[in-house]
């Protein structure tokens, strides 16, 4: 079954300068791949996905790249901002439709020093 | 508010003993899930429904049980609750054709 790795699980970065990522996959049928944030005391929310046939995607401050043949795929946020603060997820599936089942990593909590 | 409902919220429950998380959703989404949350090992999953009237097993679905009697409910069955349990579980659901999953709030279950 599909593996999902996530890097660092824990960082930290200065306000205003980037964070990235990383995730390895280990399923090459994958072909969805979500991120997930999640604040403290909620449940996990879609904050941006890609899918195989594109190789990066980009929503205001966050970005996600995808290198299918090496199997990862990366989260960058540039500008970070106290509100970024929250643990983030990455996923991966065979589908983007309801029952494709996601697989998702360990976890990167992300902490924004003033 | 469309999403997800879960219930209860937070929960210390005697080992031995049984319990049943609630989850309801108003999305008419077809496929449910359920997730156990636990420090360092992320999200995974225990049990998911394709459509009403059938489930099947996630990565860790010992000790747990589901049924998905209709479209908007999918309740999670603790037989015989043990310390291991002690988790955050998450409810979620999709459809065809939309992004990702939407999540419930979670429950915190503690067993003693």
């Known amino acids: 079954g599909e593996n999902v790795e996530q890097h660092p699980s824990t960082l930290s970065v200065q306000e205003g300068d980037s964070a990235v990522i990383k995730c390895t996959y280990s399923?090459?049928?994958?072909?969805?791949f979500p991120w997930y944030k999640q604040e403290l005391g909620k449940g996990p929310q879609l904050i941006i996905d890609?899918?195989?046939?594109?190789g990066e995607k980009k929503d205001q401050r966050i970005a996600v790249t995808l290198n299918k043949t090496a199997k990862h795929f990366s989260l960058h946020i540039t500008e970070t901002q106290p509100e970024d603060s929250a643990v983030y997820f990455c996923a991966a599936s065979r589908g983007y439709s309801s029952a494709s089942k996601i697989i998702f990593g360990s976890g990167t909590r992300l902490s924004i020093r003033p | 508010i469309a999403g997800i409902t879960q219930a209860p919220t937070s929960q210390i429950l005697a080992a031995g003993r049984r319990m049943t998380l609630r989850c309801t959703q108003d999305?008419?989404?077809?496929?449910m899930y359920w997730y156990r949350q636990d420090l360092g090992l992320g999200l995974r999953l225990i049990h998911y429904?394709?459509?009403?009237?059938?489930?099947g097993k996630g990565e860790v679905p010992d000790g747990y049980s589901v049924s998905r009697a209709n479209t908007d409910d999918f309740p999670l069955t603790l037989a015989s609750a043990v310390p291991s349990q002690t988790s955050v579980y998450f409810c979620a659901s999709s459809d065809p054709g939309e992004d990702g999953y939407t999540f419930g709030s979670g429950t915190r279950l503690t067993v003693v």
């Open positions: 890609i899918r195989s046939n594109v």
């Open positions: 399923d090459s049928a994958s072909n969805y």
């Open positions: 429904s394709n459509t009403a009237g059938t489930t």
């Open positions: 999305m008419r989404h077809n496929a």
